[in-house]
């Protein structure tokens, strides 16, 4: 079983910044993807970036160039650096683990609302 918490979700005003992290915890031998996803009211929830183990990241079209996606594997730990916040950002982030290629954790989600 694996645990995450996330945190450093918030209000904001448009053109700021916010930085989430997600640690997880529990029983696993390897994280091999971690990633960040988002559910805005009404719509379905869709990937903001991932990043595997060996460092590979994407990201959707509408972040690119403003969210940054990190991960310390030594604290498995998952972070997105999100800047230049617009209202079109807020939503409901979740973490997602998958480990052993097989196996996908969720997060239970963080609110993060930009003002304009």
């Known amino acids: 079983q694996v645990q995450l918490v996330e945190s450093g979700g918030g209000l904001v005003q448009a053109g700021g910044s916010l930085k989430l992290s997600c640690v997880a915890s529990?029983?696993?031998?390897?994280?091999?993807?971690m990633g960040w996803y988002r559910q805005a009211p009404g719509k379905q929830r869709e990937l903001v970036a991932g990043v595997t183990s060996g460092g590979i990241a994407n990201y959707a079209d509408a972040v690119k160039g403003r969210f940054t996606i990190s991960r310390d594997n030594a604290e498995n730990t998952v972070y997105v650096q999100m800047n230049s916040l617009k209202p079109e950002d807020t939503a409901v982030y979740y973490c997602k683990v998958v480990v052993g290629y097989v196996y996908v954790y969720w997060g239970q989600g963080t609110q993060v609302t930009v003002s304009s």
């Open positions: 529990g029983s696993f031998t390897r994280i091999n993807f």
